[in-house]
C-alpha cells in the first residue's frame, strides 16, 4: 500500500575495521511499526546533493548523535565538547533546510533538536554538567530503554497531541541542550530542572517536532506515548505536499 517514505539521517562510525553507514535500527524499526518505510541518508552523499537525496521522501527524522560543531552558533569549543562530525552537521543542516522548504513534515530527536535549533539560530549548552549543573542526571548510564526522568509537556501542543499525555518518564543520554531557544521554536516540554526536553514550531502550515529523549528505544512498546511521535510523523508525511490524494491516514489503517 501507500506507505510514505521517511528519511533517517545517518551518521558513519568505525568499528570491526571498517567505516560503516547506518543508524540504530531503532529508528528503522519504529517509522516501520508506525507505518511509514525507512530510507537511510547517510551524509557520505554529501551536502550539495541533499535535496535530490531528499526528493523522493515525504518526512524526515534528524537522529541522534554526536554534538553539533559550535561554529555552528558562534560560540568558542567548551574543554568539555564531545566529539564532532563535521560532514554530518553540513549535510544534516542542508537536508533540513531543503525539508523546510518543501514544508516536509521533520522530527527531531536528540541530537536532531539540536541541530534544529542551531539551524534557526539558536544555541546550545555545549556540556550540562559543567556549564549549567543541575540535579538531573541527562546523560544516564543505563540501558536505552531505561526510563530515568521525568518530562512535562505543555499543554495542549502538537507535542502533547502526538504523545497523547501531557507527564511522561523518558530515557535520557545526552550532555548537551538548548541554550538559547531559536526564534520561531516553542519549548513544549521540560525536564524537572528546567532543561529543554521538547520543542515545535507553530503558526505555520508545516509540521515541526522535536525531543531531547529517545522515543525510539521504545520501538517494544508499539502502544506508548513514545511510539506515537512516530505514528503522528507517519500521518503527517501522508498528507504532505506531493502525495497523492486518497492515501490513507487514519491512525488504525497505517497499522493494518
Ligand atoms: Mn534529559
Known amino acids: ?6 528519511a533517517l539521517s545517518g551518521s558513519i562510525r ?10 540504530n535500527a531503532s529508528y528503522a524499526r519504529s517509522i516501520a511499526q508506525a507505518g511509514g518505510i525507512p530510507i537511510i541518508l547517510t551524509p557520505a552523499i554529501g551536502e550539495a546533493a541533499a535535496s535530490q537525496a531528499l526528493a523522493p521522501v515525504h518526512g524526515l527524522v534528524l537522529t541522534g548523535g554526536h554534538d553539533v560543531d559550535p561554529e555552528h552558533y558562534e560560540s ?3 574543554p568539555a ?19 523546510r522548504h518543501r514544508k516536509l513534515p521533520v522530527l527531531g530527536i536528540c541530537r536532531g ?17 559543567t556549564e549549567r549543573p543541575g540535579a538531573i542526571q541527562h546523560d544516564a548510564q543505563v540501558s536505552r530503554d531505561a526510563r530515568t526522568h521525568h518530562v512535562l509537556v505543555k499543554e495542549p501542543s502538537h507535542l502533547a497531541k502526538a504523545l497523547g499525555t501531557g507527564r511522561l518518564v523518558t530515557n535520557s543520554f545526552h550532555h548537551q541542550a538548548i541554550r538559547d531557544l531559536a526564534p520561531g ?4 516540554a521540560w525536564a524537572e530542572d528546567g532543561v529543554i526536553e521538547g520543542v515545535e514550531e507553530t503558526g505555520t502550515d508545516g509540521w515541526l517536532l522535536a525531543v531531547q529523549w529517545h522515543p525510539e528505544e521504545f520501538h517494544q512498546e508499539p502502544g506508548s506515548a513514545d511510539q506515537r511521535l512516530f505514528h503522528a510523523l507517519v500521518v503527517a508525511a501522508s498528507a504532505s505536499p506531493g502525495r497523492r ?5 487514519t491512525p488504525g489503517r497505517l497499522h493494518g
Do not use: C, K
Open 1 to 6: 500500500m501507500n506507505r510514505p517514505l521517511i
Open 14 to 23: 568505525h568499528y570491526d575495521g571498517a567505516d560503516r553507514a547506518g543508524v
Open 76 to 78: 568558542p569549543r567548551s
Open 81 to 99: 565538547l564531545g566529539p564532532l562530525d563535521p560532514a554530518r552537521d553540513n549535510f544534516e543542516l542542508a537536508l533540513f533546510e531543503v525539508a
Open 113 to 129: 533538536l539540536q541541530v534544529i535549533n542551531v539551524a534557526l539560530g539558536g544555541t546550545l549548552w555545549q556540556d550540562l554538567p
Open 185 to 188: 521554536l516553542h519549548v513544549t
Open 245 to 249: 490524494a486518497g492515501l490513507e491516514t
